[in-house]
């Protein structure tokens, strides 16, 4: 699917223009630097990663750079919301108002390369990985993801799964069940919660996005991998019947959600699974970052996890990034935290806490726990699919339709109204 860049700006931007420009050091130095570049420019790292896990991981990669390059001012520029939802807002008025942050957190695939790339705002970084010597440490899959008309343009930091069902162990235990395998057995198990009084399925969709993270899953498991991927080409149709089986089976699936659904984000939802006030949660691996350092919980002894549903041997990708925006005044010092961010032991250092794996295939396996050695592997061998709810599989101007389809159809489950809305919306990006 295509969309053009100037009208996916203009989305991004009217969202918000929440922040003003980054400041930049105004003392002087002997050591000017040419042009435009002023001596002291702070690195402007700017991110979502406010909270558990994520946060951590931040802080350990900006602390291992400093360590390197101590003379370099950092600016921990993170700001608060899940999934970007804010900071894409001020992130689109910044580069639209020609201040961009020095480096930025964007999502490899679609929300990259169809918007700030096809909008004329990266610099390649060709140079950089061949100055490295990365085009053989990241899969070719993924500098892919990454590239656009030949040239990449930004450095992935890790790999997310998407598709991960955890659970609490001793509620599982306690009503003797086991993880279901199937939709069939998922619905199974809820009933049996269900009558015991326990909340069968957490969900935290106070930000729009993690209902559609939960329905994103249950298209790749009707669907199947390369069906999946079809409705982002333009090749299946949302009014397929198979995305219509999947819409029931994602409505049958909000029967069995807790109530407060839509006052807590995807932490407080996780802290129902956590409490064993909720049995199952359908979420990305960032919540293993928080049960285990921000919770202290035990992997596989308090909470286990296996693929959500359906999606055996298939693997939902989401890959964080950064790239060096045009009109930076220190794009040096941009290159310097790339290459940190970039290297082997930068990412057993952010990956570890952040709950991710690494994106390079010579990552230290011992530095991670046993769901990171089983992700890395599985990582290896399984379907790839991008997501949807994280911006690789459609420009983020679609994303945002189906994040406000999704939140309707939470509360109304107007089957015939949500695939109508979801069929337009992509006939428009097809324009």
Known sequence: MRKKASAWLALALGVGMALSGCSSSNSSSDHAKQGSQKAGEKLEIFSWWTGAGEEDGLKALIKLFQEKYPDIKVENAAVAGGAGTNAKAVLASRMQGNDPPSTFQVHGGAELNEGWVAAGKMEPLNDLYEKEGWMDKFPKALIDMVSKDGNIYSVPVNIHRGNVLWYNKKVFADNGLQPPKTFDEFFQVADKLKAKGITPLALGDKEPWAATHLFENVLLGTLGTENYKKLWTGELSFNDPQVKQAVETFKKMLGYINEDHSSRNWQDAAQLVAEGKAAMYVMGDWVKGYFVNDL???????????????????????????????????????????????????????????????????????????????????????????????????????????????NIFVTQKDVKTFIDTLASAAAELKK
Do not use: C, W
């Not at 010092?333 to 032991?345: A, N, P």
């Not at 250092?349 to 952040?354: H, Q, Y």
């Not at 990171?372 to 290896?380: L, R």
């Open 296 to 406: 202290k919980l035990k992997v596989n002894q308090d909470f286990g996890y296996v693929p959500v549903p359906n999606t055996e041997g298939k693997f939902m990708v989401i890959t964080d990034t950064f790239g060096l925006p045009k009109g930076v005044k220190n794009p040096d010092d941009v290159k310097k935290f790339l290459s940190v961010l970039g290297s082997v032991e930068g990412q057993d250092a952010f990956n570890p806490l952040k709950g991710s794996i690494p994106a390079r295939i010579d990552a230290d396996p011992s530095k991670y726990d046993e769901y990171g050695k089983q992700t890395m592997q599985d990582f290896k061998t399984a379907e790839l699919a991008p997501s949807l709810a994280h911006g690789s599989a459609a420009p983020e101007g679609f994303v945002t339709k189906v994040n406000q389809a999704v």
